[in-house]
């Protein structure tokens, strides 16, 4: 199964479809990633607030993958924003990971509260000039947070990784970001199991169309859009289901059809007021 690479706007290349790991408990952490790195992901999405990232850096030791063919996010927490806090926090990072550079930091959310997000990129940029980084990011940011990075710093954040899934899918905050050069990864995929998602019509009829499951319509829908997508489940037959999806395609009534699922339902925090 051969797993599409999006271009990023700094010439790196990230795999689509990888394995997210928010809400994986620091102790099953390595069994979860150990799983599904045999299944056969090779991009992984962690953060530091997750409490997890020892786990994670324990699988990919274990697991004998060449360094070069995985590619490891995790994210900068709120309480690091600044400038030496920063440097601090990647340091942090790369040590419980057991690694020498991350492939993707991210700033987690903007926090406008704190009005650090400026300072703490211009961090980044360094982070990733050190080779810490190879690729550098923003999470939960929306326009007007992008809008201002890059008029302060004139560096384009490779993605902003925001809540995504059918019933919320993001349209302006794409609109304005993909001409830019940044790449939308989709956090909440499958809607966080928040709302019915998988018995929607849309859903189910794909589902019964292709011989699929309602997940991996789902997933094939984020993949068919152009968004990069990181299902978490704890399951190894669900990271085997989910990682399942190239073997079918959505018609263009099938996309259409859920593309009318969008309904501006955030089952996740507001960027904007988020604490
Ligand atoms: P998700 O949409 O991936 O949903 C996970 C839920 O779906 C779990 O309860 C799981 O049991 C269920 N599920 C998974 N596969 C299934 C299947 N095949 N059939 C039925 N149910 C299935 O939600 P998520 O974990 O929040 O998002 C994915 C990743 O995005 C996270 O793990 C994390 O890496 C990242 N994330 C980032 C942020 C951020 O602020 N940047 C916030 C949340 C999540």
Do not use: C
Request: proline share 5%; aromatic share 8%.
């Amino acid at each position: 199964m051969t797993v599409p690479l999006i271009e990023l706007n700094d010439g790196r290349t990230i795999p689509q479809l990888g394995f997210g790991v928010f809400k994986v408990d620091p102790d099953e952490a390595e069994r979860v990633v150990s799983d599904a790195l045999e299944v056969g992901y090779r991009h992984i999405d962690t953060a530091a607030v997750y409490g997890n990232e020892v786990g994670v850096g324990r699988a990919i030791e274990k697991s004998g993958i060449p360094r070069e063919e995985l590619f490891i996010t995790t994210k900068l927490w709120n309480s690091d924003q600044g400038t030496q806090s920063a440097f601090d926090a990647i340091d942090l990072s790369l040590e419980k990971l057991g690694l020498d550079y991350v492939d993707l930091y991210l700033i987690h959310w903007p926090r406008p509260d704190l009005d650090r997000y400026v300072e703490t990129w211009l961090a980044m940029e360094q982070i990733r000039d050190d080779g810490k980084s190879r690729s550098i990011g923003v999470s939960n940011f929306h326009r007007p947070h992008l809008e201002r990075i890059i008029a302060e710093s004139g560096t384009v954040p490779a993605v902003d990784q925001v809540e995504l899934h059918p019933a919320f899918q993001q349209r302006e905050l794409r609109a304005f970001a993909e001409p830019l050069g940044i790449r939308t990864e989709a956090w909440g995929p499958l809607g966080q199991g928040k709302y019915d998602l998988f018995s929607e019509q849309a859903v189910q009829d794909a589902a019964d169309a292709h011989g699929v499951t309602p997940a991996q319509v789902v997933i094939r829908w984020h993949l068919q859009r152009g968004i990069i997508v990181f299902p978490k489940t704890t399951s190894r037959d669900r990271m085997a289901t989910n990682f399942a999806v190239f073997g079918f395609e959505l018609s263009d009534a099938e996309l259409a059809a859920i593309d009318a699922l969008d309904r501006g339902l955030r089952v996740g925090s507001d960027p904007d007021t988020a604490t």
